[in-house]
């Protein structure tokens, strides 16, 4: 169960992390998560993008006949807080580049 948590904070994480100061004084600009399956049917892939602004949940297939779904709604000032006061780039950097194997069919 460590390895997901790590593996999600690594994802979420990893994909935007940026040093430059917003006007909120936030050091993170946006949080970028997402899962994608290949042997999948359904909605297999998942992508989740906060700003301090919006969150938006992505969900969709591979074929045309899964319809995307799309839900987008306003970050909670003191959610996007938390996420800033409680990130350690130390940590964060500290964690292996791959962690388990999250579409390993075991």
Not at 13 to 29: A, G, P, R, T, Y
Not at 45 to 69: A, F, I, N, Q
Not at 71 to 85: A, H, P, V
Request: aromatic share 10%; hydrophobic share 30%; net charge negative.
């Amino acid at each position: 169960m460590l390895k997901i948590k790590k593996l999600i904070l690594f994802y979420i994480l990893s994909i935007f992390l940026s040093s430059c100061v917003e006007d909120n004084n936030s050091l993170i600009k946006e949080i970028n998560y997402g899962t994608s399956f290949g042997e999948c049917v359904g909605y297999c892939k998942h992508d989740l993008t906060m700003t301090h602004k919006t969150s938006t949940y992505r969900c969709s297939g591979w074929t045309e006949d899964v319809t995307p779904v799309t839900k987008t709604e306003g970050t909670n000032s003191q959610t996007w807080d938390s996420i800033n006061s409680g990130f350690n780039l130390d940590t964060f950097l500290d964690l292996p580049e791959v962690v388990g194997c999250p579409d390993c069919a075991d």
